[in-house]
T-cell receptor, first 112, second 112 residues
């Protein structure tokens, strides 16, 4: 059974730092991987979607990489801002018609 | 902008009540999902549907049922609400594995 792990569970950084959030999954045979952001009490907002054939995706200050063979993905946030404070969740899809399997998230605090 | 709408942000119900949580998407997506999210447990899949009148059990279907009579609407039903069903409920949809999920803003259900 696919399991997704995100470490650390919480992270606090000063404003302006570049940071990396980690996601690992137990079965490397994935279809795609998606990163989400969740603000307290709200739903999930999609940040980046990486297909299994891709190595990375970029959107603004965010860059997500995927290494299927090692079962890892990272989300890089450049020049962090207090507005980046949220919980970031990683999720994998095993095949084209299976539901996403989620990690438990990393709660990020960016201190001004 | 594509949308998944959950009818209630906050809901308080009594033990034993029958509860309906509604989710509507305007993107003509085939696939719809219900998750619940609890502290320390992350997102867990309750039910999903790949077509009208079709439904599949997720990881924790006990105590829940679903209805999908129209493509755009996926309803989660708590047949007899219990206090252990107090949770954040999140609905999502997608047009298929090559595309990302879009989530609703969530329903915070409290059963007293």
């Amino acid at each position: 059974k696919q399991e997704v792990t995100q470490i650390p569970a919480a992270l606090s950084v000063p404003e302006g730092e570049n940071l990396v959030l980690n996601c690992s999954f137990t079965d490397s045979a994935i279809y795609n991987l998606q990163w989400f952001r969740q603000d307290p009490g709200k739903g999930l907002t999609s940040l980046l979607l990486i297909q299994s054939s891709q190595r990375e995706q970029t959107s603004g200050r965010l860059n997500a990489s995927l290494d299927k063979s090692s079962g890892r993905s990272t989300l890089y946030i450049a020049a962090s801002q207090p507005g980046d404070s949220a919980t970031y969740l990683c999720a994998v899809m095993i095949s084209g018609n299976t539901p996403l399997v989620f990690g438990k998230g990393t709660r990020l605090s960016v201190i001004a | 902008d594509v949308k998944v709408t959950q009818s209630s942000r906050y809901l308080v119900k009594r033990t034993g009540e029958k509860v309906f949580l509604e989710c509507v998407q305007d993107m003509d997506h085939e696939n719809m999902f219900w998750y619940r999210q609890d502290p320390g447990l992350g997102l867990r899949l309750i039910y999903f549907s790949y077509d009208v009148k079709m439904k599949e059990k997720g990881d924790i279907p006990e105590g829940y049922s679903v209805s999908r009579e129209k493509k755009e609407r996926f309803s989660l039903i708590l047949e007899s609400a219990s206090t252990n069903q107090t949770s954040m409920y999140l609905c999502a949809s997608t047009s298929g594995g090559a595309y990302g999920y879009t989530f609703g803003s969530g329903t915070r259900l409290t059963v007293v």
